[in-house]
C-alpha cells in the first residue's frame, strides 16, 4: 500500500532567523524543501498550510467570477468594461501568487526574498486596478474631468513602483549595497524588524489610500448633488471596513503576540489577515459591478471613454516596471561582489597574459 511520509515540522529555534513569523512557535517546515516537498506539504498542517489555502482556493473563485462576467459584458469591443477587466485579472492574480509565494518560500533563503518579492509586486499591480476602476467608474459627479482626474492614473502608475520597491527594500535593503549572494540577513528585516515593518505598512497603505480619495469623498465627506449617492454605499461601507480590518491584523499580529504558539496552526493574524482581504475583494467587486452599471448612462454622457493607455496600457506598463524592480532586487541575492583577494589574483592573471 502506498503512504506517503511527510517531513517533520520544526520549531522556531530550529529554522534560520529569516523564517521566523512573529509569535509563531511551531509548524515550520524544512528550510531547505524540495519543490515536491513544498506541494506535498499542503496536505499536512503547518504554520503555512491555511495560509496558502486561503488564498489558492479564492483566486479561482475570482476567475470564476471573471469568465462568467465575460458572457456578459464585452470586454472584446466595450472599452468601458476595460477598467473592470484590468480588475478582474489583478484580483485573481495577487490571491494566486500569494498562496505561490507561501508555497515555496521554504525552498531557501533566496528561494523566500524572491517569492515575497513577486507577492509584494502582485499587490502593488491590485492597487493599480483599483485605481484603474474607481477612475472610471467611482469618482464623484463633480471631480470628473478635474485635474486631479486627469492626473490620478499617472500618479496611480507612480505609487506602483514605489510600493513594489519600498515593499522589496523593506526585506533586505538595497541590492548589491545592502546584500549579495553572502549577505543575506542585514538591513533592515533582521537587524531593525520593527522598521522594516513600519516600511511596509507604508508601501501598501499609500496606495490604498490614495486610490481610495475618491470612494473616501463620496462615503465620508460629500454632500448634495454630484456626489453618485446610490444603492453601492452600503456595500462600499463593507469594502473599506473589511479593508481597515486587514490592514489592523497585518500590522498587530493579533491575537497571537497575545498567546505565543496558541495560534501557530489555525486563527494566526496572517490567516486572518487573508481571509478579510479576499472577503474586502468580493465586496469591491460587487460595488463596482453595481457603480459601473447604475453609472454608465451618466459617465458616457460626461466623460471619454476609457482609453487603452489609462487601462491596459497603464497595467501593462506598471507589470514590466514591476518585474524589473524585482528581477533588481533578485539579481542582487545572487551577485558575487569581488574580494581583493580576487581582484589581486584577476591583476597578475591578466600581467601574465600580457607578459
Known amino acids: 500500500m502506498l503512504s506517503l511520509k511527510l517531513p517533520r515540522l520544526l520549531s522556531i ?8 513569523e512573529h509569535s509563531i512557535i511551531f509548524g515550520y517546515r524544512q528550510p531547505r524543501c524540495t519543490a515536491t516537498d513544498c506541494l506535498f506539504s499542503l496536505f499536512q498542517l503547518t504554520n503555512e498550510t491555511v495560509n496558502i489555502w486561503t488564498h489558492f482556493l479564492p483566486t479561482w473563485y475570482f476567475v470564476w467570477n471573471l469568465l462568467a462576467l465575460s458572457y456578459t459584458l464585452d470586454f472584446w469591443n466595450e472599452a468601458y468594461t476595460w477598467p473592470f477587466l484590468v480588475f478582474m485579472v489583478t484580483a485573481c492574480i495577487y490571491p494566486f501568487t500569494s498562496s505561490c509565494a507561501h508555497t515555496f518560500s521554504s525552498m531557501s533563503t533566496r528561494a523566500r526574498h524572491i517569492c515575497f518579492f513577486f507577492d509584494y509586486g502582485a499587490l ?11 477612475a472610471a467608474y467611482i469618482m464623484p459627479d463633480k471631480w470628473i474631468n478635474s485635474t486631479f482626474h486627469e492626473w490620478f492614473m499617472p500618479l496611480a502608475v507612480f505609487n506602483t513602483v514605489v ?40 508601501a501598501f497603505a499609500y496606495p490604498y489610500f490614495f ?65 478579510c482581504a479576499v472577503i474586502g475583494t468580493h465586496f469591491q467587486m460587487k460595488a463596482l459591478i453595481k457603480d459601473m452599471t447604475l453609472r454608465q448612462a451618466w459617465l458616457t454622457l460626461h ?3 476609457p482609453s487603452f493607455m489609462d487601462t491596459i496600457g497603464a497595467i501593462s506598463l506598471a507589470l514590466l516596471l514591476n518585474l524589473l524592480i524585482i528581477a533588481l532586487f533578485s539579481l542582487g541575492l545572487y551577485w558575487k561582489p569581488k574580494t581583493p583577494e580576487a581582484k589581486n589574483q584577476h591583476y597578475y592573471t591578466e600581467k601574465l597574459k600580457v607578459d
Open 124 to 134: 502593488s499591480l491590485y492597487s493599480l486596478g483599483s485605481a484603474t476602476v474607481y
Open 303 to 305: 466623460t471619454p471613454l
Open 211 to 275: 486610490d481610495n480619495i475618491p470612494l473616501f469623498y463620496r462615503l465620508f465627506i460629500c454632500t448634495g448633488e454630484g456626489c453618485a449617492h446610490n444603492e453601492t454605499i452600503p456595500i462600499h461601507y463593507r469594502h473599506v471596513t473589511l479593508a481597515m480590518l486587514t490592514g489592523f491584523l497585518f500590522a498587530t499580529h493579533l491575537p497571537e503576540r497575545l498567546a505565543p504558539g496558541t495560534f501557530d496552526y489555525i486563527g494566526h493574524s496572517h490567516q486572518l489577515f487573508h481571509i
Open 13 to 20: 529555534n530550529q529554522v534560520p532567523k529569516v523564517f521566523h
Open 163 to 202: 510600493c513594489t520597491g519600498l515593499s522589496c527594500y523593506s526585506r533586505l535593503g538595497l541590492p548589491f549595497i545592502h546584500f549579495n549572494c553572502s549577505i543575506t540577513e542585514r538591513f533592515p528585516e533582521q537587524e531593525s524588524p520593527n522598521m522594516s515593518k513600519v516600511l511596509r505598512i507604508v
